[in-house]
């Protein structure tokens, strides 16, 4: 047995355009597109754009009469985002914090953040700069995980909750914020329209090694003592073993202003 467990970080950006390529990241992506009901010559931003995941897919809605904005504040991200859209002159990428838009007030149509707040240091205040950055009767779609909702199929059922329960404690600032996206799309002055929640499911090992951490975050679970060494990397083994099984809860949130 190995004695770490994938502790490599792996490519972002990479990984964020493989996620939304599978099933489940292409389905509940392009719900979210459709409830956004983005017409031609509209003005849509996406918050913490990544790699550019769907800036074409936004580009392609709004038209050449219309405007998208992509915003985030990792410039490794920026340049993923600028190169696959550099033949959509109707696409701005802007270096900038979400706690800051760098958009002029009331200028905005549509917006999206996709797996974003679950990072941020004040989730109310992105959606408070949202508010300030949006016009009356746009729309903003939400979506975030709950990562209390992880569940991933071992023999020892104990090492997999172990694994959840520091996933949703240490590993992702706001980790349940998924069950709060309507309350807090309310509180920060927005109609919350319709609230959706699906179930990404992982059948592939390898990929929800990458995307849950199942290795780096077992180790890190272990350095920080809430799981015993040899029991963290059976578990690891037998997951990598198979058949596996992991799913969580996507929450989306289509709200108006
Ligand atoms: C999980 S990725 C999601 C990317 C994209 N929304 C998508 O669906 O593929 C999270 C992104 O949020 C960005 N991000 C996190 N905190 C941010 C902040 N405070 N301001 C701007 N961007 C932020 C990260 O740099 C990263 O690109």
Redesign the pocket.
Known sequence: MSSTLGTSRPD?ASY??R??AGDAGRAY?RRMLDLLDIRAGQTAL??????G??LPALAERVGDGGTVIG????PD?LARARERTEDLHRVEIRE????ALPVEPGTVDRA?????LM???EPAD?LAQLHRATRPGARIGLAEPDWDTLVVDAEDLGTSRAFTRFTTAEVVRNATIGRSLARLAERAGFRVETVLATTPVFRDFDAADHTLGLGRNMEKAIAAGHVDRDRGHRWFAGLSQGPFYASFTLVTVICSR
């Open positions: 972002q964020m355009l996620a939304a992506k996406d918050v913490g754009c990544g790699p995941t769907d915003v985030d504040r990792d991200m900038g914090d979400a706690h999206k953040v996709d797996r974003v990072h941020v240091a992105v």
